[in-house]
């Protein structure tokens, strides 16, 4: 919070007391996607979960460097993740099924493997569209002549601590939660993955359109940030301003919101599947991101 905000008795925003970021979920129409990306939102969201009314297979358009492309998947194949970043240009993974910590740190290595040669023959990354994963990673063993082993050990585990500021893939690991939860089954989580999103525990594997018990966040163990998900709107929106909230008594954000990095929406805003209505998303921005900013 800046200090004019604390001192003149205006109320400070969500922004200014959390930082707190917009993911945007669920994009499926090209047009649709680039009139949500001019509202600057710092997320977008693709899932390629065949079973979801939102799968993606289009093209994305043209989007601000600023704005990161995420693929949602649901207990997918390595080789099918990595393949989709590759196809797409993802800046983060988003994983909605039951991978492991082992699968994620798998992950993160593949992927910085991969990008280690990119950057090392001279070409941007965002110009990489079409290279072939299966041939790269092919290369890479022949060359090595072993198998996967702890990214702690290896060139490519390197290669994410030096470049840090540019990171080879963000992972957003999904926990789904109602009334409880038990916040020990992060701890294997916490050196494998960047993020943690809580969505909602119900019959798909997100998408259910509504929201769990916010205060089981109060017991939240871990000082990783994390997405708040599932079920937000328009009609939610006092709910996630008092969520965001700064308890002016103890100086301090409320206990649940401390670790709050990012807002996720998706079917609250839906015309239809898919199918974002803009002007309800800018209303919500303003007021949750923008306001007062």
């Not at 930082?19 to 390629?48: E, H, T, W």
């Not at 063993?141 to 601590?161: A, G, L, P």
């Not at 301003?241 to 990012?262: G, I, T, W």
Request: proline share 3%.
């Amino acid at each position: 919070m800046n200090e004019n905000s604390k001192h003149s008795g205006k109320t400070p925003s969500p922004k200014e007391r959390a930082g707190v970021r917009l993911k945007v979920c669920g994009m499926k129409y090209k047009d649709n996607i680039s009139q949500v990306a001019a509202l600057q939102p710092d997320y977008l969201g693709f899932i390629f979960y065949k079973k979801s009314a939102r799968f993606f297979d289009g093209i994305i358009p043209d989007l601000p460097m600023n704005i990161k492309k995420v693929g949602v998947f649901v207990n997918a194949s390595l080789n099918h993740i990595i393949e989709t970043i590759i196809k797409y240009d993802l800046q983060a993974v988003q994983l909605h099924g039951n991978e492991s910590p082992e699968f994620c740190e798998a992950l993160r290595y593949e992927v910085g493997c991969y990008l280690e040669r990119v950057i090392s023959s001279g070409v941007e990354r965002r110009k990489v569209v079409s290279a072939s994963y299966d041939e790269t990673l092919k290369r890479h063993y022949e060359e090595r002549n072993d198998v996967v082993i702890s990214s702690k050990e290896t060139d490519c585990h390197n290669f994410f601590q030096k470049s840090h500021n540019d990171k080879a893939i963000e992972i957003i690991k999904v926990f789904s939660i109602k009334n409880e939860f038990d916040f020990k089954v992060l701890e294997p989580y916490e050196d494998v993955c960047d993020y943690y999103l809580f969505d909602t525990k119900g019959k798909l594997p997100g998408g259910n359109g509504y929201t769990f018990n916010w205060e089981v966040l109060k017991n939240y163990p871990s000082t990783k940030p994390y997405f708040l998900s599932g079920g937000i709107g328009l009609k939610e929106l006092d709910n996630v301003l008092s969520f965001l909230s700064f308890d002016s008594a103890q100086d301090k954000l409320r206990q649940e919101s401390r670790n709050c990095y990012a807002i996720d929406v998706n079917s609250k805003f839906e015309i239809k599947d898919g199918l974002k209505d803009v002007e309800q998303l800018k209303e919500f921005k303003k007021n949750v991101i923008d306001e007062n900013n």
